[in-house]
């Protein structure tokens, strides 16, 4: 791959996260957690996509709400994995939460690494009018052997 290339995705990830560190002007309230169950990944060297389910589990009533996802990268890509976990706290403006309240399209930079037990990161921020940030940092863990780095859109249905 260019330097070029590299140079781009890397920043594209930087404004990224910067824009994130910045997109709230306010301190935001905790809603909850929102934890994702991925299916495998093929990684096509320059993007990837994988479904998921997902269960948000508000803080305040601990009622549950389900949803359906994709997620899909773009930038490098590389390797196969079995699927895994994901977990983020999910803050808001806000502390309403109904049924549907995290439907919509996240972006943000993303980051994972795997040689068998693997990790990543990604820093979304979206939904309703942008006014839905899943934290900052994600953990999922996943099993296979692959290498990502680059923008990440997740869209919650």
């Known amino acids: 791959m260019s330097r070029i290339r590299l140079r781009a995705i890397a920043c594209a990830f930087l404004a990224v996260l910067f824009g994130a560190a910045t997109a709230q ?11 994702c169950n991925t299916g495998p990944r093929v990684g096509l060297v320059l993007g990837s996509r994988q ?3 997902c269960v948000f589990v508000a803080s305040a009533a601990g009622q549950q709400y389900v949803y359906t996802g994709t997620i899909r990268r773009l930038g490098v890509d590389i390797g196969v994995t079995r699927g895994g976990t994901l977990f983020w706290a999910v803050f808001a403006r806000n502390s309403q939460i109904g049924r549907g309240t995290l439907r ?4 943000g930079a993303s980051g994972n ?3 068998g037990l693997g990790l990543g990161a990604k820093v979304l921020i979206g ?9 900052p940092l994600s953990v999922e863990g996943q099993i296979g052997v692959n290498l990502a780095l680059g923008v990440a859109r997740l869209t919650l249905r």
Not at 25 to 35: D, V
Not at 104 to 107: F, P
Request: glycine share 14%; no cysteine.
């Open 127 to 135: 939904g309703s009018r942008r006014t839905i940030m899943l934290q």
């Open 51 to 53: 479904d998921m389910r």
């Open 113 to 115: 690494v795997a040689v």
């Open 25 to 35: 002007a306010r301190p935001p309230f905790r809603i909850g957690g929102l934890t």
């Open 104 to 107: 919509g399209s996240y972006v």
